[in-house]
C-alpha cells in the first residue's frame, strides 16, 4: 500500500477560514470561536479528548475514530503548535498538556531551530525545509503507515500547493468569520484534481471528502 | 472502555431484506444479486477483497475502512458460514478462501457440533447457546476490543431482540427484493431504542448509523 498524506477533520468556516485573526495564548483561533468550528467533532464517543464516556455515534463519529487509524505521523506549521512568532520560546510545550492526541513523531515547520521535544508517546521534531523534504521525513518516520497533515490553513495551502496532498476530509462549519486564516475562496477550487463528496451531517457541518482523480 | 456489540457493512434492499430467498452454493445471497446490495463496497480503497489499487476514498470508505478497526472478534449466523443446512460439511470451509477477511476469532451459531477451523489468522469456533452466552464468549476472545454481529438478518433480530446490539451500520441498497430474510419493516422500527444518523451516499446507498439512547 501507498503511504497517504492525508488532512483529517480540519474545520474551516463557511467562508473558507481554518483560523480567526489575531492568535494568542488566550485565543489560539483568534478572533473564531473553536466551539464553532469544532463542537460537532466535541460530541462524538470517540474525540480524543473526550473524558467522559458518552458521545454519539453517527456519522461525525466516523471522521474522529479515523484520526488515528493507520497514521504514523504528522506535519503541523509552526502556528497550531504555538501562539509565538519568531524564536521559540524553550518552555512552551504544546496546547496540548502532557498527553498529547498524537501518539506518533510530529515533524512542525518552523524556521527557528529547537531541539525535539518528547511528550508521553508523542515527539516533536522542529524542521525547516521545502515540502517535498519534510514529507520524506515523515513518510519515514510513519514505517509505512500514512502522515497526517494536520494544518493550519496555509499550511495545508503550502502542500496542495505542491501537489502532495493525497485525500482531504475537510468540515465545513455553519459559521462566517470574515476574516482569518484561509483554506479556500471555495471547495470548487479543488475539483480539477480531486473527486469530491459532500456530505451533511445531522449535526450542522457539511463534511467533504476529496480524494485524487 | 466498554467493549461494544457492532453490526457494519451490513446490506439490506430498500424493502428490508438482507438476502433473497433459495440460499444455495452457486447463490450465497439467494435470489438476490449480491452486486446490487454490495458494490458500493466493492468501490471503496479500503474493501478488503481488493485486488488492485484503486478505488474511491470518499464517504463509502470510511464504512469500509472502520469494519476491522478496534475489533476483537465476529459473531455471524450458519447461514452467513455455509449453505447447508443439518449437520456440517466437514470439507467446508466458508467462503473466503485460505484467506478470510475477518482475522479474528469467530463464532458461528450453530446446533450442530463442529471442531474448530483456522484459516490464516482467523479461527472458526462453533458455537450453540442463547445470545447472551455467544457474546460473553466472544467479548472474552476480543481481549478488550470490540465484538462484530456480521449476520445475516436473522442472526442480527436476534441480538437486537435480547437488546444486545451497542451500536448498527446498515446500508440500504436501491434495490427491491421483495422475499427474503428480513432484518426490518423500516428502519423507524428502531427508534424508540437508538439515536439514527440517514446519510445519504452519492453512490446510491443510504446509510442508517444507530446507537444507543
Redesign the interface.
Same mark, same amino acid.
Given at each position: 500500500?501507498?503511504q497517504l498524506l492525508r488532512v483529517q477533520n480540519f474545520a474551516v468556516s463557511s467562508d473558507g477560514f481554518g483560523a480567526g485573526e489575531g492568535q494568542s495564548l488566550e485565543r489560539p483561533f483568534g478572533h473564531a470561536n473553536p466551539v464553532d468550528l469544532m463542537s460537532w467533532a466535541g460530541a462524538t464517543?470517540s474525540w480524543p479528548n473526550r473524558t467522559d464516556?458518552g458521545g *454519539?455515534?453517527?456519522?461525525d463519529?466516523?471522521?474522529t475514530?479515523?484520526f488515528t487509524?493507520d497514521i504514523g505521523a504528522e506535519i503541523m506549521g509552526r502556528n497550531k503548535f504555538s501562539p509565538h512568532r519568531g524564536p521559540h520560546d524553550p518552555d512552551w510545550q504544546g496546547w496540548w498538556g502532557a498527553e498529547p492526541p498524537f501518539h506518533t513523531p510530529v515533524f512542525v515547520l518552523t524556521h527557528h531551530p529547537r531541539p525535539s521535544l518528547t511528550l508521553s508517546d508523542t515527539t516533536f521534531h522542529f524542521v525547516d525545509g521545502e515540502p517535498e523534504a519534510v514529507l520524506e521525513q515523515a513518510k519515514a518516520a510513519a514505517r509505512g503507515k500514512d502522515v497526517r497533515l494536520g494544518g493550519g490553513a496555509t499550511t495545508i495551502r503550502e502542500f496542495l500547493d505542491a501537489d502532495l496532498v493525497?485525500?482531504l476530509h475537510v468540515a465545513v462549519a455553519p459559521v462566517r468569520l470574515g476574516s482569518g486564516v484561509r483554506l479556500w475562496e471555495s471547495p470548487d477550487e479543488l475539483r480539477d484534481r480531486y473527486?469530491?463528496?459532500v456530505?451533511p *451531517?445531522?449535526s450542522g457541518v457539511t463534511?467533504h471528502?476529496f480524494?485524487r482523480r
Amino acid at each position: 500500500m501507498p503511504q497517504l498524506l492525508r488532512v483529517q477533520n480540519f474545520a474551516v468556516s463557511s467562508d473558507g477560514f481554518g483560523a480567526g485573526e489575531g492568535q494568542s495564548l488566550e485565543r489560539p483561533f483568534g478572533h473564531a470561536n473553536p466551539v464553532d468550528l469544532m463542537s460537532w467533532a466535541g460530541a462524538t464517543a470517540s474525540w480524543p479528548n473526550r473524558t467522559d464516556p458518552g458521545g *454519539s455515534r453517527g456519522l461525525d463519529d466516523y471522521f474522529t475514530r479515523d484520526f488515528t487509524h493507520d497514521i504514523g505521523a504528522e506535519i503541523m506549521g509552526r502556528n497550531k503548535f504555538s501562539p509565538h512568532r519568531g524564536p521559540h520560546d524553550p518552555d512552551w510545550q504544546g496546547w496540548w498538556g502532557a498527553e498529547p492526541p498524537f501518539h506518533t513523531p510530529v515533524f512542525v515547520l518552523t524556521h527557528h531551530p529547537r531541539p525535539s521535544l518528547t511528550l508521553s508517546d508523542t515527539t516533536f521534531h522542529f524542521v525547516d525545509g521545502e515540502p517535498e523534504a519534510v514529507l520524506e521525513q515523515a513518510k519515514a518516520a510513519a514505517r509505512g503507515k500514512d502522515v497526517r497533515l494536520g494544518g493550519g490553513a496555509t499550511t495545508i495551502r503550502e502542500f496542495l500547493d505542491a501537489d502532495l496532498v493525497d485525500t482531504l476530509h475537510v468540515a465545513v462549519a455553519p459559521v462566517r468569520l470574515g476574516s482569518g486564516v484561509r483554506l479556500w475562496e471555495s471547495p470548487d477550487e479543488l475539483r480539477d484534481r480531486y473527486h469530491c463528496d459532500v456530505v451533511p *451531517s445531522p449535526s450542522g457541518v457539511t463534511h467533504h471528502l476529496f480524494w485524487r482523480r
